[in-house]
């Protein structure tokens, strides 16, 4: 059977059928989840995937559905993310999420629990990256998002989406060189791109178990 598409659970839930809601949920946590694992530390994670469906609630009646509905949604998570690390800034003032890593946030990066040398290296490397460059190669590579999607959901000009994507691959071959211990694992690791990409996702699912 083929699934309810995103656009007819939107408009069954406005219309009050709150199974058509919990169906974009269940349909829409672990992608949601994803977007937050190597940003940011399980509890804070949580609490902000919590506040991404909160906000989708909140917001459903200003979705206009001249969109996707789940670009919409990243767009949430996007935000609240930017929230989150302006509030840790403090006294630090603006932050410029071109410039600034997870690694710069955070003293010492996560180390995570995952299986296999070149997906650790991969997350580690992604965490050097600028924020905004590492959101939209996870969105690109993770979730399958077009570059228009990734415009939607950022609120970019397609062209900037484009360009932050060919951009973020290059950042990402310098990150894993810089901290990679041998040549050939950075080779290995960028060929392995579709192998790794399907351990996260089993790594969250996991995680959510």
């Not at 397609?158 to 950042?171: E, H, I, K, Y």
Request: glycine fraction near 8%; charged fraction near 25%; proline fraction near 4%.
């Amino acid at each position: 059977m083929e699934p309810v598409p995103d656009r007819e659970l939107v408009d069954a839930w406005r219309a009050g059928d709150r199974a058509a809601g919990h169906a974009l949920f269940d349909r829409y946590y672990e992608p949601v989840a994803r977007f937050f694992f190597n940003k940011v530390d399980a509890d804070v994670a949580r609490d902000l995937i919590q506040r991404t469906f909160l906000g989708c609630i909140e917001g459903l009646a200003a979705f206009r559905g001249d969109g996707e509905f789940r670009s919409w949604l990243f767009g949430i998570a996007y935000r609240q993310l930017c929230r989150h690390y302006r509030g840790s800034a403090g006294e630090r003032g603006v932050v410029d999420f071109e410039q600034l890593s997870v690694a710069d946030c955070r003293p010492s990066p996560s180390q995570h629990a995952a299986s296999g040398q070149e997906l650790r290296l991969l997350l580690a490397a992604l965490q050097r990256l600028p924020l905004d460059y590492q959101v939209v190669l996870e969105l690109h590579y993770w979730e399958s998002m077009t570059t228009d999607e990734i415009a939607a959901a950022l609120e970019l000009p397609p062209g900037t989406a484009r360009s932050r994507v060919r951009r973020g691959r290059q950042l990402l071959e310098d990150s894993l060189a810089a901290v990679a211990h041998a040549p050939n694992l950075v080779e290995s690791t960028l060929a392995g791109l579709e192998r790794w990409i399907t351990a996260v996702r089993a790594h969250v699912r996991g995680a959510r178990g």
